[in-house]
């Protein structure tokens, strides 16, 4: 492994005295060839739903992986993420694992979050739908 720095591949926008964001940012600057999924959901490839707003939220962010790697991407290229959750509670129940499958997963990428409460999402079984956006520099 390199101990060469590399430059951020997006520059992350944080207004002078703001407090820094946890596990986000507050904005991205970037440029290239955009990337949008749709909402995926926790299903695997069978589409059977793990027992658990965690494992559920593990699957989600493999899928959205799979839909990044189709495009010649990865999560470093993530600039967005919009959570529905159909559990504010259930999402922060479990702070540390939650953390844990996202940096597995998506590594210490941190983009633009928004988290949103919803009555339910199209999938009965669904706990959790993300919506990603990256940039291809």
Known sequence: MSDVKREPLHRILQPEGW??????????LAQGRLVFTGGLVGWNE???FPD????????TLHNIVAVLKEAGAGPEHLVRLTWYVTSI???????KG???AYREIIGKNFPAMATVQVTR????KALVEIEATAVIP
């Open 98 to 100: 939650l953390g844990g």
């Open 19 to 28: 407090p820094r964001p946890k596990g986000y940012a507050n904005g991205i």
């Open 46 to 48: 069978e589409g059977v």
């Open 121 to 124: 999402l199209v999938e009965p």
């Open 89 to 95: 509670e259930d999402y922060l129940a479990d702070p």
């Open 52 to 59: 658990g707003f965690v494992p559920q939220v593990r699957q």
